[in-house]
């Protein structure tokens, strides 16, 4: 039941920004879904499987994003930019998202489990994604620090509208030595 399945989790994605997950009743989520309580739980197993699920698509959302702003502007450090810029306004958003991003669950939110990817696993997955899509031969050198400054930015956010400036350095074009 795939659409039960999606209807299920948008309803239960509902119920966490409404409530705690603590206070997210299964009954309410079947409900809000348009499909019974049973069907909840032959989907799910119980709330600890919506929960996982729901996190799990967070994770799988979060990389179909960073496709996204990879496949963005022309050049290379551009979308580097916006894979960062994107990383953060949706952490900042997304609450799942900022928990997986950083490892730091708030009691308030679902429990990810052992299929969910941790905030290490997700920033290589990302670099290496964005070192393919960008910079093919290379490295990922350039993709890493990408990376783990959007995270600094997820952890510690920057102060003020300056902040967007710092990120834009990304795509600022690389001098060196004898450039200068």
Known sequence: ??????????????????????????????AAAGVSRQTLYNEFGGKAGLGRALVRREA??????VDRALSGPARPSERLAALAEWTVRAAR?????????????????PAGGGRTPGPGELARDVRDRAAAALMPGEGPQRC?????????????????PGEGELLGLLSAPIRTAGAR
């Open 60 to 65: 799988d959302r979060y990389l179909e994003g």
């Open 93 to 109: 958003a997304r609450p799942l998202l900022r928990a997986l991003l950083t490892g730091s669950w708030d009691p308030g939110l």
């Open 144 to 160: 890493e620090l990408a990376v783990r400054l959007a995270l600094s930015y997820v952890v510690a956010p920057g102060e003020g």
């Open 1 to 30: 039941m795939p659409a039960a399945r999606e209807c299920l989790l948008d309803a239960a994605a509902a119920a966490l920004r409404a409530h705690p997950w603590p206070a997210v009743r299964m009954i309410e989520v079947a």
